[in-house]
């Protein structure tokens, strides 16, 4: 059952209804960078790790690894599983290379996306594979994932590389799953729960057990910080694909109207196109399935999505996954580390980039 709906971020973070969108940036933005503070050294060493250990004498494969961890990102997996692992008092460092296995399998995907997508940008910067083409970009990712199994196995917990095998399975289901519906206007909401649980979410959801498994969390708090952080997944790839159609190109590092570009249905367009009126549904479908688009065609698209409730009620949705994620951790103690987590969820319902 999908978790009910809740008013604006701003109201959930204690700011006023009139908040403006530079008051509500400064507060994310602030949030992010305090948990940032609170895993620095451990989340310094990761990103330096992300770098060596992905190392080949292979120019060309050297060339674009280098170039997409470059790019940067957001780097929520490895902040996921560092901040569970801290919550449930891990004092190991096998926290490290398992936080570089999960940036590392999400990079892969990305490198794969963007070929199966035709994507031009990536954060900002263009992709792999209008850089190096396609046959070598795949194989990079192919190279990420070696090397994400290969740090994983470091760590010697069978537990733990259960946990990354099957969520490597729904990985690649989701992505198959999201092609077999590409440009189909019939893509229900079910189908987009199906992919976005399985491909963003059960990564994020991951990362959040893994940090529990090693900090020998009992099997009720595994549970609970793996559904957590499986809310907060979903959460996550709703706003980002809000963002699609409501932020701005520079802000976000992609193009805006990136899904409908590439025949991807995302949450704002079904529920638009559910609530709109026959002539707009029309207009709507035949924007979708148009063999290439101007600036205009996107334009309406997103106008269309925004006037009939598309973005507002995703953004409702959003919210109440996040509200969902943060009751999973009531059975906790009050404490720093569970605030923590909050912030973490919470930021991603406010995000702008």
């Known amino acids: ?129 209008i850089l190096w083409g396609n046959q070598a970009t795949i194989l990079a990712g192919d190279f990420f994932l070696s090397r994400a199994f290969a740090l ?42 199906f992919i976005v649980r399985n491909k963003t979410a059960s990564l994020i959801a991951a990362a959040s057990r893994i940090g529990a498994i090693l900090g020998g969390a009992s099997p009720e708090a595994e549970q609970a910080l793996e559904r957590y952080g499986l809310n907060v997944g979903i959460a996550f790839q709703i706003m980002d694909d809000v963002l699609d159609y409501a932020s701005n190109e520079q802000e976000l590092g992609k ?3 990136k899904d409908i570009q590439e025949g991807s249905i995302t949450l704002p367009f079904i ?13 709507m479908i035949a924007l979708l399935q148009a063999p290439a688009y101007q600036q205009d065609d996107l334009a309406r698209i997103a106008r269309l999505v925004e006037e009939h409730g598309g973005t507002a009620y995703a953004r409702e949705q959003a919210h109440a996954y996040v509200r969902a994620a943060i009751a999973e951790l009531e059975v906790f103690p009050q404490t720093p580390q569970r605030q923590w987590l909050i912030d973490c969820a919470r930021y991603v319902a406010e995000r702008t980039f």
Not at 16 to 23: G, L
Not at 164 to 188: F, G, M, R, W
Not at 271 to 283: F, N, Q, S, V
């Open 271 to 283: 529920a638009a196109l559910r609530a709109c009126p026959p002539a707009d549904r029309e207009a």
């Open 1 to 129: 059952m999908r978790p009910g709906t809740q008013s604006s971020a701003c109201t959930a973070r204690g700011l006023p209804h009139a908040c403006t969108d530079s008051a509500r940036r400064f507060a994310v933005v602030n949030t992010i960078d305090q948990l940032l503070q609170v895993v620095r050294s451990d989340m310094d060493r990761v990103e330096a790790m992300l770098f060596t250990a992905i190392t080949s004498e292979v120019g060309m494969l050297q060339d674009i690894c280098t170039h997409i961890l470059r790019s940067g990102g957001k780097r929520l997996r490895p902040l996921m599983l560092l901040l569970s692992a801290k919550f449930c008092g891990y004092q190991g460092t096998d926290h490290i290379p398992l936080a570089c296995v999960l940036e590392y399998i999400h990079t892969a995907t990305l490198l794969h996306d963007d070929v199966i997508d035709h994507a031009e940008v990536r954060r900002g910067t263009s992709s792999a594979h």
């Open 255 to 257: 193009t805006i109207c």
């Open 152 to 193: 994983a196995v470091s760590a010697q917990n069978m537990k733990i590389l259960e946990v990354i095998a099957h969520t490597s399975i729904c990985l690649t289901e989701a992505e198959t799953y999201q092609v077999s519906k590409t440009n189909d206007p019939l893509t229900t909401e079910e189908d987009y729960f």
